[in-house]
């Protein structure tokens, strides 16, 4: 690998106390940069990442303690490189549409809170090898 391009990426779910804050978390331990940032469409300014999630990145030596939700502003997306758009109920019309969004299919598990952190451990891996290949296209 060649010498990696900074690209500021955002990552955008609907509350921002999971998946977003999870990739946020793991493209910015991955590149030992601080590129990454995160929102939600709904965000609601919770001060931590859910219990679940705060769980499953500790469990991989990553702490999101302290991260808090994030409403999602145009500014936020001007900025923003390269969006990451995870399924979400209240996407605003115009964002999907943008030539630098990229939608990933990620379960939102604030919505099967029944599946307990098996659910959350699916979500984290995935979250993690999506980003892994975000971060190799990026260097390409």
């Known amino acids: 690998m060649g010498e990696s391009i900074s690209v500021k990426v955002l990552f955008v779910c609907e ?10 978390a793991f493209y910015n331990s991955l590149t030992g ?3 990454a940032s995160s929102a939600g469409t ?3 300014g919770w001060p ?4 679940e999630a705060m769980r499953a990145m500790k469990d ?6 302290g991260m808090h939700s994030k409403q999602l ?16 109920n209240f996407t605003p019309d115009y964002l999907p549409r943008l030539k630098k969004v990229e939608q990933w299919s990620v379960i939102d598990p604030g919505y099967h809170e ?3 952190m098996e659910l959350m451990y699916e979500v984290r891996d ?6 892994k290949r975000l971060i190799e296209e990026n260097n390409d």
């Open 126 to 131: 995935s979250i993690r090898e999506q980003v």
């Open 33 to 35: 940069t601080h590129d």
């Open 15 to 24: 509350g921002n106390v999971s998946r977003s804050q999870m990739a946020e």
């Open 114 to 116: 029944d599946k307990g």
């Open 73 to 88: 502003t145009t500014e936020m997306v001007e900025a923003a490189d390269k969006i990451i758009l995870f399924p979400t």
């Open 42 to 44: 709904a965000a609601n």
């Open 48 to 51: 931590n990442p859910s219990p």
């Open 60 to 65: 991989v030596g990553i702490s999101v303690e």
